[in-house]
């Protein structure tokens, strides 16, 4: 075995998904919230996830994190197709998502808020050891908080942003989905987020970024796929793609520049497959 391989460094042209939707749909009573979607998330990508409310964004978010089962459809996770029949399983397949609302103890502090439910020690609290895991973790996402003992409730918001992907991580997850981190944020603390959502990618990991916000998207995903009524409705590298075709494949405005391309991606695939 060559070192590389040993170390698991896998050439760029070479990556496989870690994450792979087919076909997935998903109702509600007499609502299609999802319609055959496809998407793929390779390791060391981030893909920002964008459409217009009601498109169906939380709705995907909430069958990869088990808390809906889809109708119908296929997910493989690192090559095996597998089912995630709730959180503890997406939890254990190495998926680790941080929903808008953080879940987070505001009267604990970061290192409880980090180890919630999975504390160090067989029978007592490693405290001190807990302590230095919640360092390191913090040191290697940059992340800027100023004490590891003080209660949640006193950081500001990009900081508890922060505490809350840096929580994601303990799993040691393969994918890592945000639904809108940025949402609530000032100018400052999304440019922190901005920053911790590239050392997630750094780390090898598959990001998947939901967000109403263009700017962010273009910022820091590689990949932008659209969703539309439920429905795949493009799927651009954000270096080729302009913030307005990406608003017209939001919006549906009629044959367009992205529509027309998507239409010519889709053709190329079925040459090539
Ligand atoms: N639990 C539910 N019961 C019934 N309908 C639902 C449920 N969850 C979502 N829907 C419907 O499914 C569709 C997709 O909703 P979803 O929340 O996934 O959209 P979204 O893209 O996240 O929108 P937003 O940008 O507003 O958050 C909508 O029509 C919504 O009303
Ligand atoms: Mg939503």
């Not at 490693?126 to 290697?140: A, F, H, P």
């Not at 992907?165 to 393969?174: D, H, M, N, T």
């Not at 901005?194 to 990991?205: K, Q, V, W």
């Amino acid at each position: 075995m060559t070192l590389e391989a040993h170390a698991g460094v896998v050439p760029a042209t070479a990556r496989e998904p870690v994450l792979t939707l087919r076909g997935i749909s998903k109702s509600f009573g007499a609502v299609q919230a999802l319609t055959g979607v496809d998407m793929d998330i390779l390791p060391g990508e981030v893909v920002g996830v964008v459409g217009d409310n009601g498109a169906g964004k939380s709705t995907l978010v909430k069958i990869l994190a088990g808390v809906y089962p889809a109708d119908s459809g296929e997910i493989r996770f690192q090559g095996k197709a597998v089912s995630i029949p709730s959180p503890a399983a997406s939890r254990a397949l190495g998926i680790a998502t941080v929903f808008q609302d953080l879940a987070l103890c505001d009267n604990l502090d970061v290192v409880s808020n980090l180890f919630l439910g999975r504390e160090i020690g067989a029978f007592t609290l490693d405290e001190e050891q807990m302590e230095q895991r919640s360092w390191s973790l913090l040191r290697q996402l940059s992340a800027k908080i100023p004490s590891v003992r003080i209660a949640v409730a006193s950081l500001s918001g990009g900081q508890r942003q922060t505490v809350a992907i840096a929580r994601s991580l303990i799993g040691e997850p393969r994918v890592v989905i945000l639904d809108e981190p940025t949402a609530a944020l000032g100018v400052a603390q999304t440019a922190e987020v901005l920053n911790l959502i590239e050392r997630l990618r750094e780390r090898g990991l598959g990001v998947v970024l939901i967000s109403h916000n263009m700017a962010d998207v273009q910022a820091v995903a590689d990949r932008v796929v659209v969703l539309r009524l439920g429905r795949n409705n493009g799927d651009f590298r954000v270096a080729d793609v302009s913030y307005e075709d990406i608003i017209a494949a939001i919006t549906g405005a009629a044959d367009n520049a992205v529509t027309r391309r998507a239409h010519a991606r889709t053709a190329e695939e079925g040459q090539l497959s």
